[in-house]
């Protein structure tokens, strides 16, 4: 609680007294004499003096003018500062708001089922190996029997297949054409390997998705799509990768028969160094196979799921920029924003730099004029 | 409805005075505080230095330092006398520190062009015997009689002069009076 500030009322009945005698109210003896002892000015210096003032000093005034401006905003430098960098704040934070909606990637929604078999690698690594169902009606077969099943005299090129599609919506409809993608890809037996999907009221709204599709299902797929909406574009493409494969699966033949062959010496060999001889040939053997068997699975899995890659685009979005067509008032007010976006940005980041160093300055001020007041003090006390 | 109500009976003439617009923070009227303070400035800035010839300087740098900032003065944070004794303390602050690097001020002469002129023995004497106890203040507690006895300064003005309450001022200035009075009894 703050002390009341009371006078001493014996204290303030003596200065009053002294009061009234300095208005010549009252005698008081010394009050006159002290008087009596007041320094009069000399007239000399008094007319120089009254000179100098008429003259403003030289102009003295006007040359401090700026300096006396910033004397003044100084004092409310801290509000001002403060102020700003919550406008500053402010503005990004509406205009951030304002510019779109949140991405989302993946989304429990969109994001592969374990019923699908979608796993964290396949959504991390979009090349991984797709998990193979008997829906996606691939059986597994082990490699060994691959030149019988596989790749049987006469059977079908492997060719492996990509396509890519882009579909426009109007921004509003963007999470149901969302939807019918993951739909139109579980219907075909294939897997979502990643997507991404922003919401937003403005043009920014959008998805992509990579998707993995059985390649014989691969034009069922594209057709499914291409009805979810406006299709802008449709790329495909394909790469016979037959000689490959064949390559590969001879390489593991002849390795699967070396290791036959070893086997069968390994069971006649009577001596200890012939043992250890045809063991470390053996342990070659299945390192060959080993990566004869995964080349194999790899081409199978590119040949077998044809990668389909599908963006779904807001109607109007990019058409003032990359898509062409013209430059609306809807574009340029979007453009505005992200230019103030940028400003207000690198303003913060000024303001974070500036502001710091702001207040250490006026820390070091405070306390200079602090140490000047002390010091003209120091001279009364120790004079 | 309520009838108009006549406030006024028997009013013949009316006159119309243009009532002056008032401001927040009023300007600073610089000619007319130099004028109304110059010489208590002076008187101020000699009595606290003792040195009529270092006060004229001071006096000087005191004006025109206000002069600079008169566009910085806050009608809000005290009265423009207040505003320019500080700065006048302040220039005298100055001058002492200065002084006190050169020599020590106790050992100033005291400045004999600063008495006024004697025209009675008695008055001479006691004259006299003030002085000398003005002279064995302390710089503080003269500082507080030239700001009461040469300056004018009301309690209030002198709070502000020195940046304390205005109580504190008084029984400040209470102190000091007693001394310069037990220093004017003391002295032979």
């Known amino acids: 609680m703050r002390r009341r500030d009371v006078m001493d009322p014996e204290v303030e009945r003596e200065l009053a007294a002294l009061d009234a005698a300095l208005a010549g109210e009252t005698v008081d003896e010394l009050v006159r004499a002290v008087r009596a002892q007041r320094p009069e000015i000399r007239q000399e210096f008094a007319r120089e003096l009254d000179a100098r003032v008429e003259a403003g000093f030289g102009g003295a005034g006007r040359g401090r003018r700026r300096l006396s401006v910033v004397r003044v905003s100084r004092r409310t430098l801290m509000p001002a500062l403060g102020a700003a960098a919550s406008l500053l704040a402010a503005l990004v934070v509406v205009a951030s708001l304002s510019s779109g909606g949140e991405e989302m990637q993946p989304s429990p929604q969109n994001a592969p089922s374990p019923a699908r078999g979608g796993t964290a690698e396949s959504l991390a690594e979009p090349s991984a190996k797709p998990p193979v169902t008997p829906e996606a009606g691939d059986r597994v077969v082990p490699e060994e029997t691959l030149s019988a099943t596989g790749v049987a005299p006469g059977a079908a090129r492997r060719v492996e297949r990509q396509a890519s599609l882009v579909l426009t919506a109007p921004a509003g409809e963007v999470p149901e054409v969302s939807d019918g993608v993951i739909r139109a890809t579980d219907e075909v037996g294939g897997i979502v390997a990643s997507s991404s999907v922003s919401t937003g009221d403005d043009g920014r709204a959008g998805a992509s998705f990579q998707l993995r599709v059985p390649t014989r299902r691969l034009d069922d797929a594209l057709a499914r799509l291409s009805k979810l909406g406006h299709v802008r574009s449709r790329t495909q493409s394909s790469q016979d990768v037959t000689g490959t494969f064949v390559s590969a699966r001879e390489r593991l033949d002849e390795s699967l028969a070396e290791r036959k062959g070893l086997l069968r010496q390994l069971a006649a060999a009577d001596t200890r160094n012939e043992t250890a001889s045809i063991r470390e040939r053996l342990r070659i053997v299945r390192a060959e196979i080993s990566s004869a068997r995964a080349s194999l699975r790899r081409l199978r899995i590119r040949t077998d799921y044809s990668v389909v890659g599908v963006n779904v685009v807001a109607e109007g979005e990019g058409d003032g920029g990359a898509g062409g067509g013209n430059w609306t008032p809807r574009d340029a007010v979007r453009d505005a924003v992200r230019v103030l976006e940028v400003f207000a940005g690198a303003a913060v980041v000024s303001l974070a730099v500036l502001l710091p160093l702001g207040l250490l300055g006026l820390a070091a001020a405070a306390g200079a004029r602090q140490a000047r007041r002390r010091g003209r003090e120091r001279a009364l006390s120790t004079g | ?188």
């Open chain 2, 1 to 188: 409805m309520n009838p108009r109500v006549r406030r006024s009976v028997g009013v013949t003439e009316t006159l119309a005075v243009a009532v002056p617009a008032q401001s927040a923070s009023p300007a600073l009227d610089f000619d007319a505080l130099y004028r109304d303070s110059r010489d208590d400035v002076f008187a101020y800035v000699a009595g606290l230095l003792r040195d009529r010839s270092a006060a004229e300087d001071v006096c000087a740098a005191a004006f025109e330092r206000a002069y600079r900032r008169r566009r910085s003065f806050d009608a809000r944070r005290g009265e423009p006398r207040a505003w320019l004794f500080g700065i006048a303390r302040n220039a005298a602050l100055d001058e002492l520190r200065r002084r006190r690097r050169r020599a020590s001020l106790a050992g100033d002469v005291p400045d004999v062009d600063a008495v006024g002129a004697e025209d009675a023995v008695e008055g001479a004497l006691r004259r006299g015997v003030v002085r000398a106890a003005l002279a064995g203040l302390e710089p503080r507690d003269r500082d507080l009689v030239a700001l009461k006895f040469f300056a004018g300064l009301s309690n209030r003005e002198i709070a502000r002069v020195l940046g304390v309450s205005e109580s504190n001022a008084g029984t400040m200035l209470h102190r000091a009076v007693q001394r310069l009075r037990r220093a004017c009894d003391a002295t032979p």
